[in-house]
């Protein structure tokens, strides 16, 4: 049988009498009782013996309930109280739990269950205190440790499914007293048809002597929120407790959720990347027919179907450009620009796409901001903001641009994967429209994924500006709640250059003298059709469908050769750049202009550098034309 040793701190002898008796009826538990009758010999026993727990009267000869604890807490004694009284006081039953009693009784509502069970609970809880090393308060330094950690911990008590302890950090984080929370079972805390922490999970747990998993708390105010936990047993039956150490997750989730889209997004940039490669030959194609078919003499409702189809194709063309944008997948002639004139320049030419009932402002929060890009960016960012912003508007509203420095630190790139530390360029575009919805947010620069009309927008304006923001080293952030408007910040690396000198005039296109021209392409009708090009315009033209073949018309003709027109990609076990190469070997003075629909990543980005000639798919005959005569040094 249990033994209990009990401190009665009583000064009526009936309520003594009837305390002794509803503690006897209490099986298998046997008490040993002290009584005394005032508050000062109740301090005196406590200083001088050893007891389990206390039952103490509310109001006892020497003094109140709370004086007890006063004089107990001064003298460094920390035992399990329970108060008794004869009717409860709100105001001070709020002081005594916060003093540290374990529970408060109102006399004539006492049975020998409750009694025992109210002991039983303030012994478990003093005994995990010690356990855990905490019983002296929180000058203790472990207790200090405990309660600054960014975890929650509490200890469960198998037997009650009641806390024991819990730390500061539980109570922040689940916005309940101490006292609340220890008057709790761990099932009242948590949102989880699983329940982990209910009476058959914990003995499961027992059983395996702890578990790891996720789950989710629900603070007071009802808000749920992901957290995951390590559940492990401490001690022995019966003084065997569940240490319970819970980490809040939202972050985490968080930036995982973000993870997965940019790889998702990536996936599908790199499939647009492949799809737009397939129709650059066919659009290079379709476009050098026209231009060949032009050049002859049509009826003028023919020319009419003709000009029609190549704005047509112009628009495919768009196309294939916006899907390489998204991809990052573009060809990029960046320069060094002043970000507040090419602002205030396509400012002027967007009037147009502006209602009446939209006021627009420009703020220039600093000045002086150059940057490395191609400056067509800028117009695109810009013309795709602010029509994403008049649609926004229908009533009407303000639309305000600005640009300014910004410094990213750690806590920006912790919010926003994409970015990184440094000092940027930023470009601001706010609106007081409807807003975005919480679901479309995560989309909104997937391409076609548009929450417009289907009439209204194509859904690859913003993914096109995403992609060519990221390739040119910035990132985009945008903040938005349903009818509080939306909020768009595009930053760009600041660069260190001086500005570009202007841009050259075009070159003249000029007629060819019969120039020899080795062309390697692998697409048959691509081929053909610049073949016929060329030599309608005057150049010979020896053409090959793989880079071996290539090769081997080199060799047999070289020595005449003054031109080598080469995709970059080719068939056979010999790219356009190793034939390139190879040809140098034997004539390092010779032109070469390579042609590619793939992107940088994968023909290479230093295929663009100085020097260099490319022309990027698709391309028109009038295009191929002057780059060829570039390339053969005709004069301005």
């Known amino acids: 049988m249990d033994r209990i040793n009990l401190l009665l701190v009583e000064d009526n002898e009936d309520d003594y009498a009837i305390a002794l008796h509803t503690l006897g009826k209490v099986p298998e538990v046997a008490y040993d009782v002290t009584w005394v009758r005032s508050s000062t010999e109740g301090v005196k026993h406590l200083l001088s013996n050893s007891f389990d727990v206390c039952l103490l009267d509310n109001r006892v000869q020497g ?123 761990g099932n009242q805390i948590t949102s989880d048809p699983r329940n982990v922490l209910s009476r058959e999970h914990i003995a499961e747990i027992i059983s395996k002597q702890g578990v790891i998993c996720e789950t989710f708390f629900q603070r007071k105010d009802g808000t749920v929120y992901p957290v995951e936990i390590n559940i492990r047993v401490v001690g022995q039956e019966p003084l065997q407790y569940l240490v319970v150490i819970g980490r809040d997750v939202s972050e985490r989730r968080q930036l995982q959720e973000r993870l997965s889209n940019m790889q998702r997004l990536e996936s599908v940039g790199k499939l647009a990347g492949g799809v737009a490669h397939d129709f650059n030959n066919l659009l290079t194609i379709m476009h050098g027919h026209l231009g060949f078919v032009s050049t002859f003499p049509l009826p003028s409702e023919v020319v009419d179907h003709l000009s029609q189809l190549t704005l047509t194709l112009d628009r495919a063309a768009n196309l294939t450009r916006q899907l390489l944008s998204f991809g990052r997948r573009q060809f990029l002639n960046p320069k060094t620009i002043e970000l507040e004139k090419v602002i205030a320049n396509t400012l002027k030419m967007i009037s147009r796409i502006l209602g009446e009932d939209v006021r627009l402002s420009f703020q220039l929060e600093s000045s002086d901001l150059k940057v490395d890009v191609d400056p067509s960016l800028i117009e695109q960012i810009i013309v795709n903001l602010v029509t994403n912003a008049r649609d926004a508007m229908p009533q009407g509203g303000t639309l305000t641009i600005s640009i300014q420095s910004r410094r990213i630190e750690d806590a920006f790139v912790k919010k926003y994967p994409e970015a990184r530390t440094g000092t940027f360029a930023c470009i601001r575009v706010e609106d007081t429209g409807k807003g975005i919805s919480a679901e479309s947010l995560p989309r909104l620069f997937e391409p076609f994924f548009t929450t417009k009309d289907i009439a209204k927008g194509s859904g690859l304006g ?77 150049y010979r033209v020896l053409a090959a469908a793989t880079g071996p073949e290539a090769l081997g018309l080199w060799l047999e003709h070289g020595k005449d050769v003054q031109l080598l027109l080469t995709d970059i990609i080719m068939p056979g076990g010999i790219t356009g750049l190793e034939l390139a190469e190879r040809i140098l070997l034997d004539r390092p003075d010779l032109s070469i202009l390579y042609t590619s629909g793939y992107s940088p990543e994968v023909v290479g980005k230093g295929i663009l550098r100085k020097g260099i000639n490319f022309l990027a798919k698709p391309y028109t005959s009038e295009q191929l034309l002057t780059q060829v005569s570039v390339c053969l040094g005709y004069q301005v």
């Open 63 to 185: 003094g109140t309930a709370v004086d007890f604890f006063r004089s107990i807490h001064s003298q460094g004694v920390s035992i399990p109280i329970i108060v008794l009284t004869g009717e409860s006081e709100k105001g001070i039953d709020f002081e005594l739990i916060q003093l540290g009693a374990s529970d408060y009784l109102e006399k004539n509502s006492i049975t020998s269950q409750l009694l025992h069970r109210s002991i039983r609970y303030a012994m478990e809880r003093r005994r995990g205190e010690v356990a855990l090393g905490i019983a002296e308060g929180r000058s203790n330094f472990f207790q200090k440790l405990i309660d600054q950690t960014n975890d929650t911990i509490m200890v469960i008590s198998p037997q009650t499914e009641l806390f024991v302890y819990v730390n500061d950090q539980a109570c922040s984080n689940l916005q309940y007293s101490r006292e609340a929370i220890l008057g709790m079972r």
């Open 462 to 538: 913003l993914a096109s500006i995403y992609g060519l923001t990221l390739q040119h080293g910035g990132f985009i952030t945008v903040e938005s709640t349903l009818g509080q408007g939306t909020v768009f910040e595009v930053y760009l690396p600041m660069s260190k250059q001086n500005l570009n000198s202007p841009v050259k005039t075009a070159p003249v296109l000029a007629r060819a003298r019969g120039e020899l021209i080795l062309v390697a392409e692998d697409e048959f009708l691509l081929r053909d059709l610049l073949q016929k090009i060329l030599e309608s315009h005057g």
